[in-house]
């Protein structure tokens, strides 16, 4: 399907209307998982042009993304990654693990952005951060769709290994996302030690739900999970 390729649009704005100078796009992968980290990726891009074919790294083949990822990690100004542990998204709950992986991905690029540039509707990263969220920015800003294609590629990598000693779940293929191999396995054998205990599908298995993990923040409320997926879906 033809797509509109990213543009400097947003990111010409900020520095126009801001006077920010270091613009970083941020995304995330892996939030809906069931198992895994979540991952995001700050890129600075500055306003060059951008490699052939970038896109929403969910646009493109393996292949492509896989090949993309390794011209965008040499194209970038910079980039760093962030994680939030499967433990602290139990421990968190996901907006502040999200919030969690942002900041460390931020922290750790070699000059600190002035603005950030957020896929999505929700602001999960705030005060100090000067955020502009976009709707689809992984397809519509270069930076964003740029630390899109990373994260995915970084994450995907990360997940295959993880599942090395655990074969019959298939992390290789779905990355810790649901999937008819993953479900069959969880239901045989139980959550692997990278499993999120604290999420809805264990409510489907009853010779597992003892497992189960109570979401306790300390200040007694329960954030919102966004984009948990249930067992049946």
Sequence with gaps: ????????????????????????GVDEV???????PVTVCAAVTGLRRAPEGLTDSKLLTVKRRTALAVELEKWVTSYALGHASH??????????ALRLAAVRALEALPVRPDAVILDGKHD???????VRTVIKGDQSCI???AASVIAKVQRDKMMAELGIEHADFGFAANAGY?????????EERGPTPYHRLSWA???ALPQWRHLKKARGWADGNVPEIEGQLGFDF
């Design 178 to 186: 649901p999937s008819p191999v993953h479900k069959a396995a969880l």
């Design 30 to 36: 892996g939030r809906g998982a069931w198992a895994g």
């Design 124 to 130: 999960y990263l705030g005060a100090p951060w000067k």
């Design 143 to 145: 930076a964003v769709a």
């Design 201 to 203: 599908y264990l409510d």
């Design 87 to 96: 433990e602290e998204i139990d421990h968190l709950g996901m907006t502040a």
């Design 1 to 24: 399907m033809p797509y509109e390729p990213p543009t400097h649009t947003v990111e010409r704005s900020l520095r126009a209307t801001t006077g920010a100078k270091v613009i970083a």
